[in-house]
């Protein structure tokens, strides 16, 4: 028996453990969610009264900061909730620029003056805490003799609790600034963002008659992708283990060809960890909504209900880790890279992106009145505007090394951003440019004048699957974000450029006011010319065809394959500039976030190569240098009892494949010069070029090479799971 042949029989052979009674899980859904969260139903229970409304007011309305008392009692009344879930230790989560999570945990136990062991957990606890901030990437920020950085408590996304096999740990979600005040992580821009389209939407909103509106936010539902293998199959392959993606496998003869795993039944192996993963997200309070099979084989999704930014950027986060540690315990390796198999699709997190007010309005909702559709027409020209003069800047923040493999692979928006709005939307805003009237069917809409509107129906158009920027009825869909990627850069983005164009659209709006032009006519004429300005960033048909690439290019919009290529726009003046602006990072910050992406992207490919090298070295090689011999003395058997006819056809095939070990042998030798001349280049730069064009064109010869060897070596000989096995055996 081959090494995959006892994996195979092992991973059948598995057998269900069911963890929580059927019974119990409707039960445990209206109970138990929200549980492990110190949200507003555990504030109001441990906290004073006064806290409380002081804390909740705080977290509504923002703009204020935390006294010693507050912090002081919200720390003892989160003690007191943590030890009542098991919890002896706290730590302050935080997520620095690796794109991952953070934390350091301390314990609660204290000494009184009597030298009596006691729990504490005091308001500076809560408020400050003081990790390593050298051992963290700064992209020049901190030298690495110089430690000090601090994390300071976010009142607004809630404290959790992770529960472990021994025991639970308080979380408190925290930004994390360097000893000069500088961000070092993901959060802190975040949340500058969201306060300057607040301030900003808030202005707009005022000139349409909204006083009752106290604050905006923007909000966010990503969806997540991801790929079940056996853990089996994943230790038993090296570059899943390191790299996350398989850097050999030839293509299984099926994969996903017959579209039949899409939306299919769900196997109830990889069922019990789905339900297992939402029952420990759900006491999380983290609104999961949705799950199916995905496109690819072995490939599904995850979906959750729209939350303000920040905190589903925090939940995304803990969704990752839940789903990883989730996946152990059912014996699957969870994978989220955005292309762990070649030839079938990659994952994706389809970022749903919109407004919502204090109301509880959405601002990208249509609406049912002309009214309400001049204030929804104008968000969605601002946010059109925002993408045409920033896509530059949107595709650096969603550049990663795994993304590169996924961007335009036939089932992924490719790496021109462009948005889609649909026929009803096109033709309504075509007709505020030119200044025409047009008629609709009464299934539609019935009559566009300038100084009347129509109603604007919710889904007013079908879905584009293939457009990076889709309007999807009240937000749009940023579908280019790769799967294992923050989705704080992007957000941070959106939030930024739409703030800065409702800006200047406001500024326009009020200079017409003032020179006693209509609200209406005011703020059409600043519709019509906004959209005018971004026409060339509309774009109605398939993102996928060639006809696309060569029709961008003809309309100046930036297509940037690779992430060093994409990762420039991040430090042109003009994307520099809004950022400062509006104070959601300095200088210093841009920079160093260019630094720390394009080194990350350098090392990443690095360790790919080296790992290809090993595996090829000491996995593949032996193993059809063996095949060749048992070949040869196959051939030489049949020679010596004088099989002359049956000779030929083995002697051939032994050539050929002799030539492709030497071949593989060649290619390894190449790739090994290759990677080592360019990890000794300094100039960061030209190394993550060299590495995006000459490292990976090298690893791709190889792999070929190494594929077709795959294909052509005996079954029971091939070391390494084949993608027969990983995408269709679990």
């Not at 109970?31 to 409380?52: H, Q, R, T």
């Not at 639970?168 to 600034?177: D, G, K, S, Y």
């Not at 030119?434 to 100084?451: A, H, P, R, T």
């Not at 109603?455 to 990076?468: A, C, E, G, L, Q």
Request: glycine share 6%; proline share 4%.
């Amino acid at each position: 028996m081959s090494i995959r042949s006892g994996l195979i029989a092992e991973i059948t052979s598995r057998t269900l453990t069911q963890t929580i009674p059927a019974e119990s899980h409707g039960e445990a859904l209206a109970i138990s969610y929200g549980e492990n969260s110190f949200n507003d139903v555990a504030m109001k229970e441990f906290l004073p009264y006064k806290a409380y409304k002081e804390l909740r007011n705080l977290i509504k309305k923002g703009g204020q900061k935390i006294n010693s008392d507050l912090a002081e009692e919200v720390a003892h009344g989160m003690k007191e909730w943590a030890l009542t879930k098991g919890a002896t230790h706290f730590t302050h989560w935080f997520q620095p620029m690796t794109g991952l999570t953070a934390e350091k945990h301390d314990s609660f136990l204290d000494f009184d003056s009597k030298g009596e062991s006691i729990t504490r957990f005091s308001g500076k606890n809560l408020s400050q805490g003081e990790p390593d901030a050298s051992s963290f990437p700064s992209g020049g920020i901190r030298a690495t003799f110089e430690a000090r950085g601090y994390t300071a408590w976010d009142p607004t996304s809630p404290a959790f609790i992770i529960e472990g096999v021994n025991g639970a740990t308080l979380c408190i979600p925290t930004v994390f600034l360097s000893y000069t005040g500088e961000a070092l992580d993901k959060k802190t821009p975040l949340l500058r963002s969201m306060e300057k389209l607040n301030d900003v939407a808030l202005k707009v909103l005022k000139l349409f008659g909204n006083e009752n509106v106290t604050h905006i936010f923007s909000t966010v539902g990503p969806e997540q992708e991801y790929f079940l293998v056996d853990k089996a199959y994943y230790n038993a392959r090296p570059d899943l283990v390191i790299t996350g993606r398989t850097l050999f496998g030839a293509s299984s003869p099926k994969d996903q060809q017959m579209d039949d795993h899409y939306f299919g039944s769900i196997r109830e192996r990889v069922l019990a960890f789905m339900q297992d993963a939402e029952d420990e997200l759900f006491k999380l309070g983290i609104p999961v909504k949705t799950r199916h099979n995905e496109v690819a084989p072995a490939q599904f999704e995850l979906a959750p209900i729209f939350e303000d930014s920040n905190v589903a950027t925090d939940h995304n986060q803990v969704v990752m880790d839940v789903l990883k540690k989730i996946a152990a315990r059912h014996e699957f390796a969870l994978l989220l890279h955005e292309k762990p198999f070649g030839g079938v699709n990659g994952s994706g997190k389809h970022n749903n992106w919109s407004m919502s007010d204090s109301e509880g309005n959405n601002l990208l909702e249509p609406g049912k009145t002309p009214h309400e559709n001049l204030q929804f027409l104008t968000f969605l020209s601002a946010t059109i505007k925002a993408v045409y003069k920033y896509a530059d800047v949107l595709r650096a923040n969603i550049a990663s090394a795994g993304n590169d493999h996924r961007l335009g692979a036939n089932e992924a928006p490719p790496a021109i951003i462009s948005i889609f709005l649909g026929q009803q939307l096109s033709t309504i805003l075509n007709d505020l440019i030119s200044n025409k009237k047009s008629s609709y069917s009464d299934k539609e809409i019935i009559e566009l004048g300038i100084s009347k509107l129509p109603v604007i129906s919710k889904d007013n158009t079908d879905r584009n699957r293939t457009s990076p920027f889709a309007f999807t009825g009240n937000k749009f869909e940023f579908r280019a974000v790769g799967s294992a990627q923050s989705i704080a850069p992007p957000n941070i983005t959106i939030n930024t450029i739409v703030a800065s164009v409702l800006d200047e659209m406001y500024d326009k709006i009020k200079s017409n006011l003032d020179s006693g032009k209509s609200l209406n006519d005011s703020v059409l004429s600043v519709i019509a010319e906004t959209v005018k300005e971004s026409q060339s960033i509309l774009f109605e048909g398939n993102n996928y065809s060639s006809d696309w690439e060569k029709e961008a290019e003809k309309r100046g919009l930036p297509n940037k394959k690779t992430t060093p290529e994409a990762l420039q726009a991040l430090i042109l003046p003009k994307n520099k500039e809004v950022f400062i602006k509006y104070g959601v990072l300095n200088e210093r910050e841009i920079e160093s976030r260019y630094n720390v992406e394009l080194e990350k992207y350098s090392q990443l490919i690095d360790i790919e190569a080296r790992t290809a090298i090993t595996m090829a070295n000491t996995i593949i090689y032996p193993a059809v240098i063996g095949y060749q011999t048992d070949l040869a003395n196959a051939v030489s058997t049949l020679a010596s009892v004088g099989e002359s006819k049956a000779v030929k056809p083995q002697k051939e095939f032994l050539s050929q494949y002799a030539s492709l070990v030497v071949e593989m042998k060649e290619k390894t030798s190449k790739l090994e010069n290759i990677l080592a001349k360019t990890a000794n280049t300094d100039d960061e730069e030209k190394k993550a070029k060299a590495y995006s064009q000459e490292v990976l064109s090298a690893m791709n010869n190889l792999r070929e090479t190494v594929d077709t060897l795959e294909e052509l070596t005996d079954d029971a000989l091939w070391p390494l799971p084949k993608y027969r096995e990983m995408l269709f055996v679990y």
